[in-house]
């Protein structure tokens, strides 16, 4: 596609509850990284995957959150036992290889809500 | 661990004034500073980047200056109009690390008609 595509949109979901949250990212971008920003604060780091490996996991906040990306493109953040802190926008952007982390593309981002 | 912080919180100015909006970061070991605009349910635009060793870039009526030894940048909007309402949103570049981005929590800007 000609941008990040990030689905769903919204999601509301209850408190325990297991969420998964989809990135699209630009076709033959090999850098992908995901983000949070919580109301009212700016983008927090989250993980970095160069490939389908995570080079830098260092931002996901505990064992709860856990990002795939198999084949080297689509990723999915997964949130398990969801609870209320967790709600949040997840934003995810990707860049094409040999570019420095500044030529990142921004999806929408996904807008979880938890009950 | 670096820190950025944004200044103000939030602004509110008649349409065609000029405006500035300031950011700060605590470790100046940056490679290089970026300004990005955030409407609300999209995603970040970048507006202008900065290299560590440049003092300035321009973009229209946009203007951002940086001063890595102090450790401030400030994003300077000429002439305002009503579709520069936004979040205006800070982030640097460490020289270290695997290439993430810091980010401040954002300036709210509303410019009326």
């Known amino acids: 596609g000609a941008g990040v595509s990030q689905t769903p949109s919204n999601k509301v979901t209850e408190k325990g509850k297991y969420v998964e949250l989809r990135c699209d990212p630009i076709?033959?971008?090999?850098?992908l990284y995901w983000y949070r920003q919580s109301l009212g604060q700016g983008p927090e780091f989250l993980i970095y995957f160069q490939g389908t490996g995570a080079a830098d996991d260092s931002g996901l906040p505990n064992d709860r959150f856990f990002a795939v990306r198999p084949e080297g493109s689509v990723s999915t953040l997964k949130i398990q036992r969801t609870e209320r802190g967790d709600s949040a926008v997840y934003l995810c952007a990707s860049r094409p290889q040999g570019s420095g982390a500044n030529v990142l593309t921004f999806g929408a981002g996904s807008r979880l809500t938890v009950l | 661990k670096q820190e950025v912080t944004q200044i103000p919180a939030a602004l509110s100015v008649p349409e065609g004034e000029n405006l500035v909006l300031n950011c700060s970061f605590t470790d100046s070991a940056i490679y290089n500073l970026q300004w990005f605009r955030q409407d609300p349910g999209k995603g970040l635009t970048s507006l202008l980047l900065i290299q560590s060793s440049q003092r300035e870039q321009t973009s229209g009526r946009l203007n951002a200056s940086l001063d890595k030894s102090s450790g401030r940048s400030t994003l300077y909007i000429a002439a305002s109009q009503p579709g520069d309402s936004a979040t205006y949103l800070c982030?640097?570049?460490?020289?270290?690390?695997?290439?993430?981005?810091?980010f401040g929590k954002g300036t709210m800007l509303l410019v009326s008609p």
């Open positions: 076709s033959g971008h090999t850098a």
């Open positions: 982030a640097v570049l460490m020289l270290t690390g695997y290439s993430t981005l810091t």
